[in-house]
């Protein structure tokens, strides 16, 4: 079975900060991750996903994130926080390959990022 | 990307009552659709992932007879929350997918019940 661990459930930076938000997962198959974002009462925004081949991935918004096998995980940064950064963000897991019976997206807990001017 | 559209964005109904969310994608076929529920400073718990012109596939411990899912047309899905009561107030959130493509959410539908 599949799982993901956030640590962290709240992180606060200041504003032009570093921004690390830690994702860990499980996962017995090749795994494909996500970082999604959420703003109050709005649905899930993707933020940036890894798939197969390289393991550092660029998102929106300034974002990137690393796939690391060895530790399994899939940390989530930004060198320089913005204010308009603060959300929820999710980190997710589902089996290799967008194919599949249900591509079933397994989410972390999610870290509420406070971002302090 | 593409847009997934769910509406109502927020419902009040009364306990007892049953009440029907919509979620549509608004530019792709979605052969793919998924439910979840989001409590208050929680997760996102899929509750059930539904095949268009078939039925849906329930999460366990999600009652199929209470959350029923239609998946008629590949840019429609519906959930009804069935005999509602306090307990199944929550946020709802619906997401799509064409084929093997990446999926798409929608904006959440509040739905509380007094």
């Known amino acids: 079975a599949q799982s993901v661990t956030q640590l962290g459930s709240h992180v606060s930076v200041s504003e032009g900060a570093l921004v690390l938000l830690r994702c860990n997962y499980s996962s017995s198959v090749p795994p494909y991750l996500f970082w999604y974002v959420q703003y109050p009462n709005q649905g899930l925004q993707l933020l940036l996903k890894y798939t197969t081949g390289a393991t550092l991935v660029k998102g929106i918004n300034g974002f990137e994130a690393e796939f690391k096998k060895s530790e399994t995980s899939f940390h989530l940064t930004k060198p320089s926080a913005h204010m308009s950064d603060a959300a929820e963000y999710f980190c997710a897991v589902s089996e290799g390959g967008y194919g599949g019976a249900t591509n079933k997206l397994i989410f972390g807990t999610g870290t509420l990022l406070a971002v302090q001017p | 990307g593409a847009v997934v559209s769910q509406h109502p964005s927020w419902v009040i109904c009364k306990s007892g009552t049953s009440v029907k969310i919509e979620c549509r994608s608004l530019?792709?076929?979605?052969?793919?659709m998924f439910w979840y529920r989001q409590f208050p400073k929680q997760s996102l718990m899929l509750m059930a992932t539904s095949n268009e012109g078939s039925k849906a596939t329930y999460e366990q411990g999600v009652e199929k007879d209470k959350f029923l899912i239609n998946h008629a047309s590949l840019t429609l899905s519906t959930l009804t929350v069935t005999s509602a009561h306090p307990e199944d107030s929550s946020f709802y959130i619906c997401?799509?997918?064409?084929?093997?493509?990446?999926?798409?959410f929608g904006q959440g539908t509040r739905l509380t019940v007094v």
């Open positions: 997401s799509a997918r064409e084929a093997i493509a990446e999926a798409f």
């Open positions: 530019d792709f076929q979605a052969t793919t």
